[in-house]
């Protein structure tokens, strides 16, 4: 993937590598906004939002170091932040099994993923797929299996500010992990990056939303505890 930049420049960079570096700064900043009321108000969803902010801020910005100088290490960090934030947003979706089952499931994927991190880092075969590898995961499994839970939560929830929140969550999900990826690896600069950007503005701007709607229709005393 990008084995060769356009030519164009920005702040002194190849222009894929200054888009990536600069989503992720942006992502960082929006994990950070969506932190705050997480303290307050954790449940699955909540969390796994914040998770891939988070994620995608550390992936972003060394996939975009890595592409620049070749160096392994940052193709390393970039998988492990998607893989291993790939487990904490598939709470959300477990969060619709029995406790029993969610332990095991969550702990089960977190030994799965650290075997794949064994194979992409140990080995050279590995190692020459890991930047496709992690791209095509993160569509599948963050952007697919996690976003379409968070579309389905959204559409089957009664309450309206609670419907805001989780299909808001899932499109913006959906439009990085899915659109911008596939975009990206199809050479699609400008429309992965709009796409990119889209995802958190979508999300933090549902959150506001729905959390505004949330005050509104709940007494103070009342608590979203729901996991979905």
């Known amino acids: 993937m990008m084995q060769e930049f356009s030519g ?35 449940n699955e969803l909540i969390g796994a939002l914040l998770a891939f902010l988070t994620y995608q801020a550390v992936a972003m910005v060394a996939m975009g170091i890595e592409i620049y100088t070749h160096n392994i290490l940052y193709g390393i960090i970039s998988a ?9 947003m598939l709470k959300f979706p477990l969060s619709f099994f029995k406790e029993n089952v969610r332990k095991t499931a969550f702990k089960l ?11 992409l880092v140990l080995t050279p075969s590995g190692t020459r ?17 996690v976003g379409f839970f968070m579309l389905i939560a959204g559409f089957k929830a009664s309450e309206r500010w609670l419907r805001v929140k989780a299909l808001g969550g899932g499109i913006g999900v959906a439009s ?7 975009a990206m690896v199809s050479g699609a600069i400008a429309v992965s990056s709009v796409f990119q950007f889209l995802a958190p503005i979508i ?15 709940l007494s103070p005393a009342s608590a979203d505890t729901i996991s979905a």
Do not use: H
């Open 8 to 42: 164009v420049m920005l702040l002194g960079l190849p222009i894929e590598v200054s888009i990536l570096i600069i989503s992720g700064v942006f992502y960082a900043i929006c994990a950070l906004i969506v932190f705050r009321p997480y303290r307050t108000e954790r």
């Open 80 to 88: 492990i932040a998607i893989l291993v934030g790939s487990v904490y």
């Open 109 to 119: 994927a977190l030994l799965i993923v650290l075997v794949v991190l064994g194979w």
């Open 129 to 145: 797929a890991m930047m496709s590898f992690t791209i095509w995961y993160d569509v599948f499994v963050n952007g697919v299996v």
């Open 176 to 182: 990085c992990c899915i659109v911008s990826n596939v």
């Open 203 to 217: 999300i933090i701007s549902t959150l506001m939303a729905g959390r505004k709607m949330q005050k509104q229709s």
